[in-house]
């Protein structure tokens, strides 16, 4: 079954083991990036009907997903919201989502996951700037390029920081788990 259940369109986990194995850091930050771009980047890029709540949701998938490769975090369950404090704390093109007070994660992602709506009169839109506080509103589409940048960012490091790579290591035997 290994041999046949993939990861990406190019890797199965049977492929996967056997990169981890070789500890081939460049095919598994290629793997990452690929995996990244297939499931969560290109389905909303391709798509001729774009929407800003769908772009939306996929980024808060986006980054839960990429700060769990961080941590090395089997599962997000009750941490969801210090995962994105912690990503966004992290993240220099992001730290504008950053603060004490979780907004972005109760009034954009558990406002759109759990209600398809956002709360506290935000605003989702696929144009103008980024972040605008004032008027409440988030370029979801700027968003989405960011977290893009973030996750070739990521496999870059992933190559050279120790500590990423275990944490990596870890998360991809979770996502292996999860295959048998």
């Known amino acids: 079954m290994l041999e046949k259940t993939k990861?990406?369109?190019s890797l199965t986990v049977?492929?996967?083991?056997?990169?981890?194995?070789?500890a081939n850091k460049p095919a598994l930050a290629q793997f990452i990036v690929e995996r990244f771009n297939e499931r969560y980047f290109q389905p909303i890029n391709d798509s001729p009907s774009k929407h800003g709540f769908a772009i939306?949701?996929?980024?808060?998938?986006?980054?839960e997903t990429l700060e769990s490769f961080y941590q090395g975090r089997?599962?997000?369950r009750n941490v969801s919201a210090q995962m994105f404090q912690d990503f966004f704390g992290r993240d220099a093109d992001l730290k504008v989502f950053a603060g004490g007070n979780d907004w972005f994660?109760?009034?954009i992602r558990c406002g759109i996951l759990h209600q398809s709506e956002t709360r506290v009169c935000w605003r989702i839109l696929r144009k103008g700037s980024?972040?605008?506080?004032?008027?409440?509103?988030?370029?979801?589409a700027a968003l989405l390029d960011v977290l893009q940048r973030a996750v070739e960012l990521y496999a870059l490091q992933l190559q050279t920081n120790e500590v990423l790579w275990k944490n990596f290591l870890k998360k991809m035997d979770a996502v292996c788990a999860n295959c048998q």
């Open 14 to 22: 049977y492929g996967y083991r056997r990169l981890e194995a070789a």
């Open 105 to 107: 994660y109760k009034d």
């Open 7 to 9: 990861l990406s369109l």
């Open 74 to 76: 089997a599962d997000t």
């Open 130 to 140: 980024l972040l605008d506080v004032s008027g409440k509103t988030i370029n979801a």
């Open 56 to 63: 939306m949701a996929v980024a808060c998938l986006v980054i």
